[in-house]
């Protein structure tokens, strides 16, 4: 029985399954040796270990996962309130109520840390001359300040993800790369006992294959009705071969800066400033 290349599973199904196994085939560990002498021991004796680490790997990139979407939905709403203040400010440069003059360190709408540079500029601008622009533009003073609180938030998160240990590798490489190993070394015991113990023990009640729970877990998921707060593979994790020596990582889409329609529409700020 060959492990895939590729499978869904739920991990924390897959977890739980494995923490209730390994104290059930632990008796079994002298014949194991005994009758297969060059199995890899390492997968027996260690199996809850890493289905362990794989949970741990797994909240760790849950937790980064949030995070990320938090900084894509600041970043979408920072997006929206640069361009709405742009375009006042460009106004009020125009008709000479503000200075021009910063308005060239202005970088665009397209990434995280350009978003947050603009809001930046043009929150400071606004606030700093606010007595002799208030009233004469759309913009209100709650939108500054939202604006100046946005900058502090995507630039505190871009700072954590910055400062991320180097050469520690992603937490979804790191989640792969242990749930590759633990679905390998599950794999390898499961056979390993299948072989020695024969139709001596019913093998699915003594060590299931994890891919029967997943679909077990679907099958009551299906019974009970989807939940509102469900959301597709919200726990689980695409396995890379286990005999791989790496594990190659995706992009998250929750990692990618928001773009705007209108990117393609705005001119350089420091034309449209000499054109003001």
Same mark, same amino acid.
């Given at each position: 029985?060959?492990?895939?290349?590729?499978?869904?599973? *739920?991990? +924390?199904?897959?977890?739980?399954?494995?923490?209730?196994?390994?104290? $059930?085939?632990?008796?079994?560990? /002298?014949?194991?040796?005994?009758?297969?002498? &060059?199995? *890899?021991?390492?997968?027996? *004796?260690r199996l809850g270990d890493y289905a362990l680490a794989t949970a741990y790997a797994h909240t760790r990139r849950s937790r980064d996962r949030e995070s990320s979407a938090q900084l894509r939905a600041r970043a979408e709403r920072g997006l929206v309130l640069r361009q709405l203040l742009w375009k006042d400010v460009r106004t009020l440069v125009g008709r000479g109520l503000l200075p021009a003059g910063r308005l060239e360190n202005l970088t665009g709408a397209v990434g995280f840390k350009n978003i947050? &540079? *603009?809001?930046e500029i043009l929150t400071g601008l606004l606030a700093e001359? +606010?007595?002799?622009?208030?009233?004469?533009?759309?913009?209100?003073?709650a939108e500054v300040r939202e604006g100046s609180a946005l900058v502090v938030?995507?630039?505190?998160?871009?700072?954590?993800? $910055?400062?991320?240990? /180097?050469? /520690?590798?992603?937490?979804a490489d790191r989640r792969a790369r242990a749930f590759a190993l633990f679905v390998g070394s599950y794999e390898k015991v499961r056979r390993a006992m299948e072989f020695i113990l024969g139709d001596r023990e019913d093998i699915d009640a003594l060590i299931p294959s994890l891919y029967a729970v997943r679909n077990a877990s679907r099958k009551r998921k299906?019974?009970?009705?989807?939940?509102a707060a469900e959301t597709p593979a919200a726990s689980g994790v695409t396995a890379p071969n286990p005999t791989s020596p790496s594990a190659s990582a995706t992009a998250d889409p929750a990692d990618v800066a928001p773009k705007s329609k209108e990117a393609? !529409?705005?001119?350089?700020?420091? !034309? $449209?400033?000499?054109a003001a």
């Open positions: 029985m060959r492990c895939p290349r590729r499978t869904t599973l *739920d991990i +924390w199904s897959a977890v739980a399954t494995t923490m209730g196994v390994v104290p $059930e085939i632990a008796p079994y560990r /002298a014949t194991l040796l005994r009758e297969l002498p &060059n199995f *890899d021991v390492r997968a027996f *004796d947050a &540079n *603009d809001l001359n +606010w007595s002799s622009v208030e009233g004469k533009c759309a913009t209100t003073s938030e995507i630039v505190r998160v871009l700072g954590l993800r $910055e400062q991320a240990p /180097a050469g /520690a590798g992603t937490t299906a019974a009970k009705g989807p939940s393609n !529409k705005v001119v350089e700020p420091n !034309k $449209e400033a000499a």
